[in-house]
């Protein structure tokens, strides 16, 4: 299986990344890492149809090489080039045809503005999100969809920085379903910068390593990442009655997830997988 390799050949903290982590400052729990990847190897294997986790490597994969080359643009990102990356963006999917009807010029501003190295990434970030003024729903759609853009144009450099990953302002996340007995606690000490994200993607980069994955860590952990996140989202719903509703009692396990990740459509789409998976 290609993600793994022998440790000795893992890049180090220092050449993996040029985004300096912020110290974590929660414990993760490496017993709830071990569960959430054996519910994502058992959700592959019940969905039938799909070669394993590599399919979904693969899939994050080809959503990098798009975004890779579109970011690579600069200056001569256009408005089809937005739209191509909306279109492997969950969160702003629905919202971008609106978005471009009214804001095209502002949007390809954006991005562009956003995708340039020259300026703290968090800066960048924030400032891509204030296109939303004052807009609560939409702040959080741009704000992910900008994490998404820097994340898939380069993984190892950026961590996936989507509310879902961590929203400090709501104290929840994929990140809160790590630690033990999280229910009880009242605030949560991990910050709202991508050094913060950073610093915790370290850990799992650690944890994975003792579970013997060695390549691909930053599509790695984002699975487990969005397995955890899908896990909490079932049982919220669950909870409130929604079930059904949200994703149905024979829908397929990995449904919330595969749309989450963007790699439901064509450019991200897994490959060789049942239909019910788009």
């Not at 820097?150 to 509310?163: I, N, Q, S, T, Y």
Request: proline fraction near 4%; glycine fraction near 8%.
């Amino acid at each position: 299986m290609r993600w793994f390799r022998k440790p000795a050949e893992v890049v180090s903290d220092e050449a993996a990344s040029g985004l300096a982590p912020e110290p974590l400052e929660v414990t993760f729990d490496k017993e709830i890492l071990a569960s959430k990847l054996s519910t994502l190897k058992g959700a592959i294997a019940e969905a039938g149809g799909v070669d394993g986790l590599e399919t979904f490597i693969e899939a994050l994969r080809s959503k990098h090489e798009v975004f890779a080359a579109i970011v690579a643009k600069g200056d001569e990102i256009d408005a089809e080039d937005v739209r191509a990356l909306g279109g492997l963006v969950f969160s702003v999917r629905r919202k971008l045809v609106t978005l471009m009807a009214e804001r095209q010029g502002a949007l390809v501003d954006g991005v562009r503005a956003l995708v340039h190295p020259d300026v703290d990434v968090n800066e960048r970030l924030a400032a891509f999100a204030d296109l939303a003024a004052d807009d609560k729903k939409l702040r959080r759609a741009i704000w992910d969809f900008g994490a998404e853009i820097l994340h898939f144009a380069d993984p190892e450099a950026v961590p996936l920085a989507c509310r879902w990953v961590w929203d400090t302002s709501t104290t929840t996340g994929s990140l809160r379903e790590f630690i033990r007995a999280n229910d009880t606690l009242r605030s949560i000490p991990i910050g709202e910068s991508v050094g913060a994200i950073e610093g915790a993607r370290r850990w799992f980069y650690e944890a994975l390593a003792e579970e013997g994955f060695y390549r691909d860590l930053p599509f790695v952990t984002d699975l487990v990442w969005v397995q955890a996140y899908s896990d909490y989202a079932r049982s919220l719903s669950m909870s409130l009655g929604m079930i059904d509703n949200q994703f149905g009692g024979k829908q397929d396990p990995l449904e919330l997830a595969v749309k989450m990740l963007g790699i439901d459509s064509p450019e991200g789409r897994l490959k060789g997988t049942d239909a019910s998976l788009h």
